[in-house]
């Protein structure tokens, strides 16, 4: 990567949108320096969009990867960081698993419906069958 990087540079790097990068700057995640009319983004902006995308990617919340990037600007050493980073981790880890054992739930759930449907359709049809057969032979 170099130095510094226009927008349209950036969005093909990061394999993201133009928008996308100014909805990011929007919410202070990074912030260019300015041109002209140009957004010129700095080596501290592509690595605060590397790891915006990283924590959009863990499904992170807006909030949680500002405030991660944030310590990662003031922290005097990693740990801090990587202390906050593996909370939000066991935080979304949490949400994940509960959210699976969600889905589990409903499909046994769906299976069991499908079940009782299949059933019934079973029996309208054998009631239906001896209907016609009842009819046919008075």
Request: aromatic share 6%; glycine share 6%; proline share 1%.
């Amino acid at each position: 990567m170099n130095e510094t990087q226009t927008i349209t540079e950036l969005a093909r790097d990061f394999g993201v949108t133009t928008r996308a990068i100014r909805y990011w700057e929007s919410h202070g995640l990074v912030s260019p320096a300015r041109e002209g009319g140009n957004r010129i983004y700095s080596k501290r902006d592509q690595t605060r969009l590397k790891l915006a995308l990283r924590g959009k990617r863990l499904g992170l919340s807006l909030a949680e990867i500002k405030d991660l990037i944030d310590i990662y600007d003031t922290a005097e050493d990693e740990s801090t960081q990587l202390l906050s980073f593996l909370g939000a981790l066991e935080q979304r880890r949490a949400a994940l698993e509960q959210q699976r054992d969600d889905i589990e739930a409903v499909l046994k759930e769906i299976s069991r419906f499908e079940r009782q449907c299949r059933a019934m359709l079973k029996a309208d049809q054998a009631v239906a069958s001896a209907s016609r057969k009842n009819a046919r032979t008075s």
